[in-house]
C-alpha cells in the first residue's frame, strides 16, 4: 500500500514539473517572438498539405499577401489571416501552422521561414436532422449537403423543416386556461452557394423554396408560397451587406370559416418580384444575453418589377449595451418599420409589419399588437417598438448566463390612411402607444435564450390582446 501511495506521489510530481516547464518554455518562446517580431523576415516557401479536391488555385489565392510580409510579426498576422480566410470557407477543419528554417539557408544566417499549413478536408456529403426551438416555434429540421463539389468552396443544400408553433390562451372570464393552440408551418428548400473569386466573405447563392405557413393562432388563413431569387453577400470590419432578387409567388388560402372581410378580401394568388438589400452590424459580446456592444440591422425592398405587387419597404432594428460593472448591465432597443404602396396599389396582409409578444412588445400576445379586424389580426403598414432593461445578476450566479431584469416596452402600429397627411398618419403612430413593464429571469442556452416574466401593461389600445401576468418567452432575438 505505501509503495502504491509512493508511486502515485512520484507521478503526482513528475506531472507537476512537466507543466512547469512547459510554461517555462513557452514563455521563453514568446519571448524570443517578442523580441524579434520586429527584425527583417521574408517567407522561403509556403507549403499546404491536405488537400485532396481542392483546387490549387482556390488555396493560392488566399497566399498571396504572404510573400508580401517583410517582418516576423507581418508573417505571423498573415499567417493568421489566411488561416481564418481557410476556415470561413466551412470546407476544412483541424487547421495548423509550423514554422521551420529553410535547410539551405542554416549556415548562412538568413532570416528566411518556411510556412508549411496543415489541412484536413470535411467530409464531402453530409446529412444532418434534428430539433430546434426559437421564437416561440418548434422545428424538425433534416438537411443534406454536398460540399466543395468543384473544388472552390461551394456547396449544395437541401433542407426541409416541420415546425408548430404553439399558445396557451385564456377563455373569456380568464379563470383558467385553455388547451394549446398549435399552427403548423413547413418549408423546403434548395440552396447553391460560391465564393465570389475565390474570397469567402464575398458569397454568391441562388436559391428556390416552397413555404406553408399558418397564421390560424392570430388570424384565419394560410399562406402557401414558391420562390426562387439569388443573393450577393459581402463581408467587411464594416458590416455585412446583402443584395437580393426574389420571385414569389403566394397563395391567400385555408379561410377560417369565421374569417373578416378583411382576410377574405386578401384570399387568391399575387406575384411579388422584388430587389432587396440588407446590412447587419453586429459589435455584442454575446447575441443572446449581451452585457455592452451594438446591433445595427436595416433593411429595404422594392416590389414592382414585374408582377402585381408594387411597394416600398423599411425596417430597421438598433439596440446598445452598456456594461454598469459588478455584472450589471442596461440595454436599450429599438425597431420600426414603413410599408408604401406604390402605383396607387394597395398593401397585403403578407407583406405587412406583425408587433407584440414575448420577444418585442412584452405584457401582450403573440402579434396582440396593432390593426384587427374582429378577432383577427391583419398587420400594420408601419411600427415602432422600443425597449428598456436592466440586467442584475443573481446571487452566487454572477458568472452563469442567467439575469434577473427588469423592463419597460412600448409600441404601436398603424394601417396608413392615404386620405390624410404625412403629418396626420404619424401623429396617430405615436400619440397612443401601447406600454408595459415588468421584471423576470432570462436565461441563455447554447441556441437560445429563454425568459419568464411579470408583465404589467400600462397603457393599451381597444384592438390590444393583454397577457398580464406570467409570461414564457423562447427565441434568439428579443426587445
Known amino acids: 500500500?505505501?509503495?502504491?501511495?509512493?508511486?502515485?506521489?512520484?507521478?503526482?510530481?513528475?506531472?507537476?514539473?512537466?507543466?512547469?516547464?512547459?510554461?517555462?518554455?513557452?514563455?521563453?518562446?514568446?519571448?524570443l517572438l517578442n523580441e524579434a517580431k520586429d527584425t527583417p523576415f521574408r517567407v522561403n516557401s509556403c507549403k499546404v498539405n491536405g488537400t485532396k479536391f481542392t483546387k490549387k488555385k482556390l488555396?493560392?489565392?488566399?497566399?498571396?499577401?504572404?510573400?508580401?510580409?517583410?517582418?516576423?510579426?507581418?508573417?505571423?498576422?498573415?499567417?493568421?489571416?489566411?488561416?481564418?480566410?481557410?476556415?470561413?470557407?466551412?470546407?476544412?477543419?483541424?487547421?495548423?501552422v509550423n514554422l521551420d528554417v529553410p535547410q539551405s539557408k542554416i549556415l548562412k544566417n538568413e532570416n528566411e521561414v518556411d510556412i508549411i499549413i496543415n489541412l484536413?478536408?470535411?467530409?464531402?456529403?453530409?446529412?444532418?436532422?434534428?430539433?430546434?426551438?426559437?421564437?416561440?416555434?418548434?422545428?424538425?429540421?433534416?438537411?443534406?449537403?454536398?460540399?466543395?463539389?468543384?473544388?472552390?468552396?461551394?456547396?449544395?443544400?437541401?433542407?426541409?423543416?416541420?415546425?408548430?408553433?404553439?399558445?396557451?390562451?385564456?377563455?373569456?372570464?380568464?379563470?383558467?386556461?385553455?388547451?394549446?393552440?398549435?399552427?403548423?408551418?413547413?418549408?423546403?428548400?434548395?440552396?447553391?452557394?460560391?465564393?465570389?473569386?475565390?474570397?469567402?466573405?464575398?458569397?454568391?447563392?441562388?436559391?428556390?423554396s416552397?413555404?406553408?405557413?399558418?397564421?390560424?393562432?392570430?388570424?384565419?388563413?394560410?399562406?402557401?408560397?414558391?420562390?426562387?431569387?439569388?443573393?450577393?453577400?459581402?463581408?467587411?470590419?464594416?458590416?455585412?451587406?446583402?443584395?437580393?432578387?426574389?420571385?414569389?409567388?403566394?397563395?391567400?388560402?385555408?379561410?377560417?370559416?369565421?374569417?373578416?372581410?378583411?382576410?377574405?378580401?386578401?384570399?387568391?394568388?399575387?406575384?411579388?418580384?422584388?430587389?432587396?438589400?440588407?446590412?447587419?452590424?453586429?459589435?455584442?459580446?454575446?447575441?443572446?444575453?449581451?452585457?455592452?456592444?451594438?446591433l445595427f440591422k436595416f433593411y429595404q425592398e422594392l416590389a414592382g418589377l414585374g408582377g402585381d405587387v408594387q411597394f416600398l419597404k423599411h425596417e430597421a432594428e438598433t439596440q446598445w449595451n452598456v456594461s454598469l460593472g459588478k455584472g450589471f448591465s442596461l440595454s436599450s432597443s429599438f425597431r420600426g418599420g414603413l410599408l408604401l404602396p406604390l402605383m396607387n396599389s394597395r398593401t397585403r396582409i403578407n407583406d405587412r409589419f406583425f408587433i407584440g409578444g414575448p420577444l418585442s412588445v412584452r405584457g401582450f400576445n403573440y402579434f396582440g399588437l396593432g390593426p384587427k379586424d374582429g378577432k383577427d389580426v391583419i398587420g400594420g403598414d408601419t411600427?415602432?417598438?422600443?425597449?428598456?432593461?436592466?440586467?442584475?445578476?443573481?446571487?452566487?450566479?454572477?458568472?452563469?448566463?442567467?439575469?434577473?431584469?427588469?423592463?419597460?416596452?412600448?409600441?404601436?402600429?398603424?394601417?396608413?390612411?392615404q386620405k390624410e397627411s404625412l403629418s396626420e398618419n404619424v401623429n396617430r403612430l405615436i400619440k397612443t402607444p401601447s406600454i408595459s413593464t415588468g421584471f423576470g429571469l432570462a436565461v441563455k442556452f447554447?441556441?437560445?435564450r429563454v425568459e419568464l416574466n411579470y408583465c404589467l401593461p400600462v397603457a393599451i389600445t381597444k384592438t390590444d390582446d393583454v397577457k398580464k401576468g406570467l409570461q414564457f418567452g423562447v427565441g434568439l432575438n428579443f426587445m
Request: hydrophobic share 30%; aromatic share 12%; with cysteine.
Open 383 to 417: 411600427y415602432w417598438t422600443t425597449g428598456l432593461s436592466l440586467y442584475a445578476p443573481l446571487p452566487k450566479l454572477a458568472d452563469k448566463p442567467i439575469k434577473t431584469h427588469m423592463f419597460v416596452n412600448a409600441g404601436s402600429s398603424i394601417l396608413l390612411n
Open 446 to 448: 447554447s441556441i437560445l
Open 210 to 294: 416552397q413555404k406553408i405557413i399558418s397564421h390560424k393562432i392570430y388570424s384565419s388563413f394560410n399562406e402557401f408560397s414558391n420562390n426562387i431569387g439569388f443573393k450577393f453577400k459581402k463581408i467587411s470590419p464594416f458590416g455585412s451587406n446583402e443584395y437580393g432578387y426574389i420571385a414569389s409567388w403566394r397563395q391567400i388560402n385555408h379561410i377560417s370559416k369565421n374569417a373578416s372581410f378583411s382576410v377574405r378580401s386578401e384570399a387568391g394568388n399575387s406575384f411579388k418580384s422584388s430587389i432587396y438589400h440588407r446590412y447587419l452590424k453586429d459589435t455584442r459580446n454575446d447575441q443572446m444575453l449581451p452585457s455592452k456592444g451594438s
Open 120 to 208: 484536413k478536408e470535411k467530409p464531402r456529403f453530409w446529412a444532418r436532422t434534428g430539433t430546434e426551438v426559437g421564437n416561440n416555434e418548434g422545428n424538425l429540421n433534416a438537411s443534406l449537403n454536398l460540399r466543395n463539389p468543384f473544388g472552390t468552396g461551394e456547396t449544395f443544400e437541401a433542407n426541409a423543416s416541420y415546425g408548430v408553433d404553439g399558445a396557451i390562451e385564456a377563455d373569456k372570464d380568464k379563470s383558467k386556461l385553455l388547451p394549446i393552440k398549435t399552427q403548423r408551418n413547413s418549408i423546403y428548400q434548395l440552396c447553391y452557394s460560391s465564393p465570389i473569386n475565390g474570397n469567402p466573405d464575398s458569397i454568391f447563392q441562388t436559391f428556390a
Open 59 to 96: 488555396i493560392e489565392k488566399q497566399l498571396n499577401s504572404l510573400f508580401q510580409a517583410k517582418t516576423l510579426k507581418e508573417i505571423l498576422e498573415e499567417t493568421e489571416t489566411i488561416c481564418g480566410k481557410l476556415n470561413r470557407f466551412g470546407i476544412f477543419n483541424d487547421l495548423g
Open 1 to 31: 500500500m505505501k509503495k502504491t501511495e509512493d508511486n502515485q506521489y512520484n507521478d503526482n510530481n513528475l506531472n507537476t514539473d512537466y507543466l512547469k516547464r512547459r510554461e517555462e518554455l513557452n514563455n521563453y518562446l514568446n519571448k
